[in-house]
């Protein structure tokens, strides 16, 4: 006897195979077929998440049986789990900043499929130079702000500041407080200073520029 087609959907058929020739008994044989696809990645390929933040995201495939998963690379505090109906789940709380390429494969009697998950860990900024600063009447001075924080913050300064000094965001997470402070200007300036990377909240500063 031939099985024999082209199948049109997939899935698992058992049936009953029988042979008979008016001899007892019968023989029968429980027979299964199985029609199957190749896995296919049908999640996104990149994702993003927060220091300090619980994060969750489902990886999910197409393909019959369901494919077993392989990875690599996985953000510290975060674990990445096969769910074992051709979906996975990476979650935590991640605990450190950076770019995370995952390399992920979808593995079945089929075939097997790979893609790299690009995994964004975000980090609010975060302040860290001193919140103070003194510049002298007739001298070029320069103070640096620093922060932390992922992606590099944007830094800006409201607040009025000495003629001949200038602030100055030099767009890598840091940003320049310098100049030759015009005679006349000697006092006290409080500005405040303002960190911004898209990744809540914002990082403000109350500073003093003394002159």
Request: proline content about 7%; overall charge negative; aromatic content about 6%.
């Amino acid at each position: 006897a031939t099985i024999s087609g082209t199948p049109t959907a997939t899935g698992t058929a058992n049936i009953t195979i029988t042979a008979s020739n008016q001899i007892s008994p019968d023989a029968t044989q429980p027979f299964t077929v199985v029609v199957g696809t190749a896995p296919a990645f049908t999640s996104a390929d990149s994702t993003t998440a927060t220091v300090g933040s619980a994060s969750s995201f489902t990886v999910t495939t197409s393909g019959y049986p369901a494919p077993n998963f392989g990875w690599t690379n996985v953000p510290p505090g975060m674990t990445f789990t096969d769910n074992g109906d051709g979906t996975a789940t990476l979650s935590g709380t991640p605990t450190t900043a950076g770019t995370y390429a995952m390399s992920l494969s979808a593995v079945s009697g089929y075939g097997t499929a790979q893609q790299t998950l690009t995994v964004t860990v975000q980090q609010a900024p975060s302040i860290t130079s001193d919140n103070s600063a003194t510049l002298t009447i007739g001298t070029q001075g320069t103070f640096t702000v620093a922060t932390t924080g992922s992606p590099n913050a944007a830094i800006s300064e409201s607040g009025a500041l000495p003629s001949g000094v200038t602030f100055v965001d030099n767009g890598d997470g840091t940003a320049t407080l310098s100049g030759n402070a015009a005679t006349g200007t000697d006092g006290s300036y409080p500005i405040t200073i303002t960190a911004s990377n898209g990744v809540s909240p914002d990082a403000t500063q109350s500073f003093t520029l003394m002159v």
